[in-house]
């Protein structure tokens, strides 16, 4: 068993740090896995050698709403005393098959936890339980609760841990029964891990694109075509003077660099943005008096205070450049607005590219 538990926090913490899934509208799921089993209100004393393992379909008809089929089994084993004091120790084959609609606490996240309930049938198969009463082969039902935590590896796979209650519809699960318990029910606690490939996947989920804590990028599109940015500058900007193709004056006194573009949730720069800051450079050099504030902005996906340190970051990348290239570091400071001061609606992608920005503020 501690075993099991060290292999469960491992695969626990592999799939949390290299969780990079996108989050889909609606999508199939196949699983398989293994589990540990043990018998949880019975009149025997567990032991510890039980194991099982499953194989499970899964219907997701949206982000939080889910219907899966499952299948199972189960080694179970304790032991108890006869009526004449001799130790007997049973062993139950269980076979099962569930029914269970689940429900996904926190879908966009990378790690998203999830309740379950269902009904289920049972086929049990006792080895050295009682002869006489109650059969030692049989047919029964079940009710099925539990949680769990669907960990997002990669588009198509995830890990999945959960932890499961179910209560048998008699008091014949592990092999004896005494007088009171006649119309009583077993139960059993499962716990297991497996994997489950995703497939028939529907569309991008828009809910989650916008999720604060998602920590998944979003599909990456193709910034270097700057004839399109310029147009999205004229489309989403009302007072547009263009002093350059990659620099675009928004007011008598600001000045936004079209296509300085970051990776998605870092303050890295993209490839094609420094044409646009040589460009500045040029800028900076042919007006060698002024003084510039740069100005960092980001789009509102994420918390008020991760975007507000991250267009600090992203401004401080910018100006880190620019003196790179020779411009004199007190003729720039920077400063960050996060997600405030949208020029674009932040319900297009393209409004959101656009309000993920620099800004130059000319400082008299």
């Not at 194991?51 to 084993?77: C, D, I, P, W």
């Not at 997002?152 to 179910?166: A, C, D, M, R």
């Amino acid at each position: 068993m501690r075993n099991y538990l060290k292999t469960l926090a491992l695969m626990l913490t592999f799939g949390i740090g290299v969780s990079q899934a996108q989050t889909v509208t609606e999508s199939w799921a196949a699983g398989l896995g293994l589990s540990y089993p043990r018998f949880y209100s019975v009149n025997i004393t567990s032991l510890n050698s039980d194991f099982g393992a499953y194989l499970s379909l899964q219907r997701n008809f949206s982000e939080q709403v889910g219907l899966r089929l499952k299948g199972g089994y189960s080694y179970l084993t304790g032991q108890w005393n006869d009526a004449s004091l001799n130790l007997i120790k049973e062993k139950t084959n269980l076979t099962t098959g569930d029914l269970d609609l689940l429900y996904y606490l926190v879908p966009c996240a990378p790690v998203s936890p999830y309740l379950f309930a269902g009904v289920g049938f049972n086929y049990k198969g006792i080895t050295n339980g009682q002869t006489t009463y109650p059969d030692n082969n049989k047919f029964g039902s079940q009710l099925n609760v539990g949680a769990g935590a669907d960990i997002k590896i990669n588009p198509q796979w995830s890990l999945v841990t959960e932890f499961g209650y179910h209560v048998t519809n008699n008091s014949e699960l592990e092999g004896t029964i005494v007088p009171t318990e006649f119309s009583g029910h077993d139960s059993y606690l499962v716990l297991s891990a497996g994997l489950n490939l995703l497939f028939g996947k529907g569309e991008p989920s828009k809910q989650c694109e916008l999720c604060p804590y998602q920590g998944i990028a979003p599909e990456k599109k193709d910034m270097t075509d700057y004839t399109r940015i310029e147009d999205m500058i004229v489309k989403h900007i009302p007072k547009e003077v263009a002093t350059d193709r990659y620099i675009m004056a928004i007011s008598n006194d600001r000045l936004v660099l079209v296509g300085v573009n970051f990776a998605f949730d870092k303050s890295e720069l993209l490839p094609e943005s420094y044409p646009v800051l040589d460009k500045s450079v040029k800028l900076l050099n042919d007006k060698p008096d002024l003084k510039f504030e740069v100005e960092g902005y980001t789009d509102y996906v994420g918390t008020d205070a991760y975007n507000q340190e991250l267009s600090v970051e992203r401004a401080q990348k910018v100006k880190a450049y620019l003196v790179s290239k020779g411009i004199a570091q007190n003729r720039l400071t920077t400063v960050g607005f996060g997600k405030n001061n949208p020029i674009g609606s932040n319900n297009t992608e393209e409004g959101r590219a656009m309000n993920r920005r620099i800004v130059f503020k000319m400082v008299k």
